[in-house]
């Protein structure tokens, strides 16, 4: 068998990339209820990734597939819909985690708080349930406040993230996952039982019903609204990240992350931009709260378990934590799972079942065996792919551009004082 | 008026004195060493200045203000910089990135500015990326500005990190034993450089060492600690035939004992 030379591979041709998106979106079309062909389609994305093109012909081809290609061909297919954008909030708020541990690495096992932070405060002030402490014609708000309610969302969770930050980011480490895990809960439990004395969140039984979005008189109450407004929060989150990456705040983050005694000597005030990446993660949570709230129409405590909190931290890890392209590969990979295969698999084995091929007890229903199925999936990354999926990689810079254009800069920084002292001695 | 001076400093862990009542005075642009045996409290010594320990008792004046209490960060935006013993730098990060950590002070940016990528923050980051390159260029690294720090050999490690601490604009470098695993020939180029480092940059230097030669050979001043109390300063002529230093080293000789 001939050996593959890895180096030499440049990546996929375009070509092939193109032949399999347009064979799979052409199956998904007229295969309807063909899983493997909505699957194959999505896949065409990680394909992309691995493309030989430039950076640009990639983007734009992807946001093709993205916008244009998978609503044309799953469009009317309610259910796919929902699974795409179901994805899409996990990508969102994995990447908003993905600041915290990825680039931090504070490891936050509450994150999930700020999830409900911003369901909370698009669901309490949408439906009647406001009227249970605000006597105000003015509310319920109608569906047409989903849109500042994205904002306010946002504001509200950064605020919850300051608020749990002072504190706790005094401890590091283990420490700071344990503490971070128990604020998690505790919010729950807040929203849990804050319907005495003053009924705000209704308790256990939750808030119904979350009004859609309305936009310019049109209720957007199907997935495939949702979709596309997942996706223009995910464009924004993912550019975001992009930008506070290679920033002096990315640069800071990472610096913490990988020694913080270097990076105090280095002059960076830890509290300070620990705060930020814990309010800048919990925004973008807050944020994608409020469109699951909208998106389900119904929320209890039951959706903010620490499990959520602790699937979420899965799919940053399995992605590859601080890496960009792998957090929404591990988020994506994990929702699928959880929302659709092992679902469709389950359904599979009952139409077996029904039809006397096979007999399954109840109890080895795959779709039970989530937490198994993600048990082993970790352990194999863990052993094979310990830094995730696509492994983080912090950006070359361009040398040349950099060599050109040093001389017309003169000397600085310190280096000033090159000059300086040479002319300071001819005199 | 001295450039740096601490003041009786002391300072305990429990019920060890690990400082014990320290004066030095610093005269700027001077090479002055700290030198002791293993536990003497040198480190504790530049943990202080630096802000990651608050001395129990004394007063540390930069300039004749007083920097007691402050945050490491903080000591660092005055013009306190440092390297350390056992190499620290940002192993995931590129070289260059290392470096650009250190001007991360100078720079401004906020978080929208950031987020919109406005043309202020765009030349901000241009300007900080060139600096950083220069700056590994004048400790001859330029070459490896895109590896990442980690898979650096100990040698470049040790100028990475120099040159990380010079990117923060400093008027006092401390350097926790530089020449550390250097063989005697790298140990000799160290020294040049580190003379260079005061020559061209105007720096004022502040070192702990173990290699005597090197000790010797480059600073102006010495101070000596054993067991948390300073015994001796004095030059480095001074130094090597002061008794008490000697007995600190070697230990009393069997004579005087019996």
């Given at each position: 068998?001939?050996?593959?030379?890895?180096?030499?591979?440049?990546?996929?041709?375009?070509?092939?990339?193109?032949?399999?998106?347009?064979?799979?979106?052409?199956?998904?079309?007229?295969?309807?209820?063909?899983?493997?062909?909505?699957?194959?389609?999505?896949?065409?994305?990680?394909?992309?990734?691995?493309?030989?093109?430039?950076?640009?012909?990639?983007?734009?081809?992807?946001?093709?597939?993205?916008?244009?290609?998978?609503?044309?061909?799953?469009?009317?297919?309610?259910?796919?819909?929902?699974?795409?954008?179901?994805?899409?909030?996990?990508?969102?708020?994995?990447?908003?985690?993905?600041?915290?541990?990825?680039?931090?690495?504070?490891?936050?096992?509450?994150?999930?708080?700020?999830?409900?932070?911003?369901?909370?405060?698009?669901?309490?002030?949408?439906?009647?349930?406001?009227?249970?402490?605000?006597?105000?014609?003015?509310?319920?708000?109608?569906?047409?406040?989903?849109?500042?309610?994205?904002?306010?969302?946002?504001?509200?969770?950064?605020?919850?993230?300051?608020?749990?930050?002072?504190?706790?980011?005094?401890?590091?480490?283990?420490?700071?996952?344990?503490?971070?895990?128990?604020?998690?809960?505790?919010?729950?439990?807040?929203?849990?039982?804050?319907?005495k004395p003053i009924n705000i969140t209704n308790g256990p039984q939750g808030i119904t019903p979350i009004p859609s979005p309305e936009l310019f008189g049109l209720k957007m109450s199907t997935p495939f609204y949702f979709y596309f407004i997942v996706l223009v929060v995910i464009a924004i989150i993912v550019l975001a990240n992009v930008r506070f990456e290679n920033s002096r705040l990315g640069r800071a983050w990472v610096a913490i992350r990988e020694d913080e005694l270097a990076a105090q000597s280095m002059g960076i005030p830890l509290l300070n931009v620990k705060l930020a990446a814990f309010?800048?993660?919990?925004?973008?949570a807050g944020v994608v709260g409020v469109i699951f709230a909208a998106k389900q129409t119904f929320?209890?405590?039951?959706?903010?378990?620490?499990?959520?909190?602790?699937?979420?931290?899965?799919?940053?890890?399995?992605?590859?934590?601080?890496?960009?392209?792998?957090?929404?590969?591990?988020?994506?990979?994990?929702?699928?799972?959880?929302?659709q295969l092992?679902?469709?698999?389950?359904?599979?084995?009952?139409?077996?079942?029904?039809?006397?091929?096979?007999?399954?007890?109840?109890?080895?229903?795959?779709?039970?065996?989530?937490?198994?199925?993600?048990?082993?999936?970790?352990?194999?990354?863990?052993?094979?792919?310990?830094?995730?999926?696509?492994?983080?990689?912090?950006?070359?810079?361009?040398?040349?551009?950099?060599?050109?254009?040093?001389?017309?800069?003169?000397?600085?920084?310190?280096?000033?004082?090159?000059?300086?002292?040479a002319s300071g001695k001819q005199t | 008026m001295a450039l740096l001076e601490a003041v009786g400093l002391t300072k305990r862990f429990g019920g060890l004195v690990a400082n014990d009542n320290i004066t030095v005075r610093i005269e700027k642009g001077s090479i002055t060493a700290v030198i002791g045996p293993n536990g003497a409290g040198k480190t504790t010594f530049f943990n202080m200045i630096?802000?990651?320990?608050?001395?129990?008792?004394?007063?540390?004046?930069?300039?004749?203000h007083s920097i007691k209490g402050l945050r490491p960060d903080q000591v660092a935006t005055r013009g306190i910089a440092r390297t350390f013993q056992n190499i620290r730098l940002?192993?995931?990060?590129?070289?260059?990135?290392?470096?650009?950590?250190?001007?991360?002070?100078?720079?401004?940016?906020?978080?929208?500015?950031?987020?919109?990528?406005?043309?202020?923050?765009?030349?901000?980051?241009?300007?900080?990326r060139i600096e950083a390159y220069q700056l590994l260029e004048y400790v001859g690294i330029a070459d490896i500005a895109n590896e990442e720090a980690g898979n650096l050999p100990y040698g470049l490690q040790r100028r990475l990190e120099i040159a990380r601490a010079l990117a923060t604009n400093p008027q006092i470098i401390l350097l926790d034993e530089p020449a550390a695993g250097m063989n005697p020939r790298e140990t000799l180029e160290m020294t040049e450089f580190i003379r260079r480092l005061k020559r061209e940059l105007d720096l004022t230097i502040i070192l702990i060492e173990h290699d005597m030669k090197l000790v010797m050979g480059l600073s102006e001043y010495i101070h000596v600690l054993d067991y948390g109390r300073k015994i001796a300063e004095g030059t480095p002529e001074q130094i090597r035939n002061n008794p008490r230093v000697i007995e600190a080293y070697l230990g009393k000789s069997t004579s005087e004992v019996s």
């Open positions: 068998m001939a050996k593959i030379n890895w180096k030499a591979f440049k990546g996929i041709p375009l070509a092939v990339t193109l032949a399999w998106t347009a064979i799979f979106a052409l199956l998904l079309h007229f295969l309807e209820k063909s899983v493997l062909a909505f699957l194959g389609t999505l896949a065409s994305i990680v394909l992309l990734y691995y493309t030989n093109a430039n950076n640009r012909l990639k983007m734009v081809f992807g946001a093709i597939v993205l916008v244009v290609v998978i609503p044309l061909v799953a469009g009317d297919n309610r259910y796919y819909m929902e699974v795409a954008s179901q994805v899409g909030i996990y990508v969102a708020m994995a990447l908003g985690l993905n600041i915290v541990v990825g680039f931090a690495g504070l490891l936050d096992m509450g994150y999930v708080a700020f999830f409900a932070a911003g369901a909370y405060a698009y669901a309490i002030f949408s439906t009647p349930q406001v009227n249970q402490f605000i006597a105000s014609d003015f509310f319920p708000l109608s569906g047409a406040w989903f849109w500042p309610f994205l904002i306010i969302g946002l504001i509200v969770a950064a605020i919850f993230g300051i608020l749990l930050g002072l504190p706790v980011l005094r401890v590091k480490g283990d420490y700071l996952a344990i503490v971070t895990l128990g604020f998690g809960e505790i919010i729950r439990i807040i929203f849990n039982n804050l319907d309010a800048i993660g919990a925004s973008f929320i209890d405590p039951t959706s903010f378990t620490l499990m959520e909190s602790i699937g979420i931290l899965l799919m940053v890890i399995l992605g590859g934590s601080g890496s960009i392209p792998g957090v929404v590969l591990g988020a994506s990979i994990v929702t699928i799972l959880q929302v092992l679902k469709e698999f389950s359904n599979f084995l009952h139409s077996l079942q029904q039809s006397g091929v096979l007999n399954l007890p109840n109890q080895l229903d795959p779709s039970k065996f989530q937490r198994l199925v993600f048990g082993i999936l970790l352990i194999f990354v863990a052993l094979f792919r310990p830094n995730g999926l696509i492994p983080a990689k912090r950006k070359h810079s361009d040398l040349e551009a950099i060599k050109a254009s040093s001389p017309g800069r003169g000397k600085l920084g310190i280096l000033s004082r090159l000059s300086q002292s | 630096t802000g990651f320990y608050e001395p129990d008792e004394g007063d540390i004046l930069l300039n004749g940002f192993k995931q990060m590129t070289a260059l990135e290392n470096v650009m950590v250190g001007i991360h002070s100078r720079l401004s940016a906020g978080m929208l500015g950031i987020l919109f990528k406005t043309r202020k923050v765009r030349e901000e980051e241009e300007l900080a």
